[in-house]
Nanobody, 119 residues
């Protein structure tokens, strides 16, 4: 199982970024996918989750941390084995390393991508 995040960078407050997590080594369409983040000196926190179509049929379910609701959108492309996190209206407190995760036989994490929101 491999997870590779990309799309991080530096952006001003109010800006947008789109993170990608390309995966391999497992049947992507069968598993829920998660985005987490970890800010300096803080614990890693769950940001968003998206279920799999095989679990919930055509209608996927998503859930978000209260701090990002209405600003972030998680989505997936099963044909590309990739999960995305669209982040809009970014705030300085969104600064963190962002990780994607999947639970197959155990938890697997990507290496993370840095997001910095600063003026």
């Amino acid at each position: 199982v491999q997870l590779v995040e990309s799309g991080g960078g530096s952006v001003q407050p109010g800006g947008s970024l789109r993170l990608s997590c390309a995966t391999s080594g497992f049947t992507f369409s069968r598993y829920a996918m998660f985005w987490h983040r970890q800010a300096p000196g803080k614990e890693r926190e769950l940001v968003a989750v998206i279920t799999s179509a095989s679990t919930h049929g055509v209608d996927l379910h998503t859930n978000y941390a209260d701090s990002v609701k209405g600003r972030f959108t998680i989505s997936r492309d099963d044909a590309k084995n990739t999960v995305y996190l669209q982040m809009n209206s970014l705030k300085p407190e969104d600064t963190a390393v962002y990780y994607c995760r999947v639970v197959v036989d155990r938890w697997y994490w990507g290496q993370g991508t840095q997001v910095t929101v600063s003026s």
